[in-house]
């Protein structure tokens, strides 16, 4: 099994940038589409953005594009999310996600981290 652990979380003002990070462990993911998704208070979990295993093809959901980069390292079983140009509507728990055939669907990912806070301030 994977075990898959976010970090870079934390308090940005709106416009700013942070980016986050997904180290996985336990057995390579290099062969697994990953996923971010989020998860705002009283609101269901959202697909952010996937990558495939090569990196050659990444997914986003409408309101990230041109302000979110998704990418990963197979040395070094880590995925990332870059974000730029931060509203305060992209507050939310982030959540990364591994292994999936939908890479839009939670419920289609066979393993979790446990998240990390994103707090954008106006």
């Known amino acids: 099994q994977v075990q898959l652990v976010e970090s870079g979380g934390g308090l940005v003002q709106a416009g700013g940038s942070l980016r986050v990070s997904c180290a996985a462990s336990?057995?390579?993911?290099?062969?697994?589409?990953m996923g971010w998704f989020r998860q705002a208070p009283g609101k269901e979990r959202e697909f952010v953005a996937a990558?495939?295993?090569?990196?050659?093809?990444?997914y986003y959901t409408d309101s990230v594009k041109g302000r979110f980069t998704i990418s990963r390292d197979n040395a070094k079983n880590t995925v990332y999310l870059q974000m730029n140009n931060l509203k305060p509507e992209d507050t939310a728990v982030y959540y990364c996600?591994?292994?999936?055939?939908?890479?839009?669907?939670?419920?289609?990912?066979?393993?979790w981290g446990q998240g990390t806070q994103v707090t954008v301030s106006s």
């Open positions: 336990g057995r390579t993911f290099m062969r697994d589409v």
């Open positions: 990558i495939s295993w090569s990196g050659g093809v990444t």
């Open positions: 996600a591994g292994r999936t055939v939908r890479p839009q669907v939670a419920r289609s990912y066979d393993y």
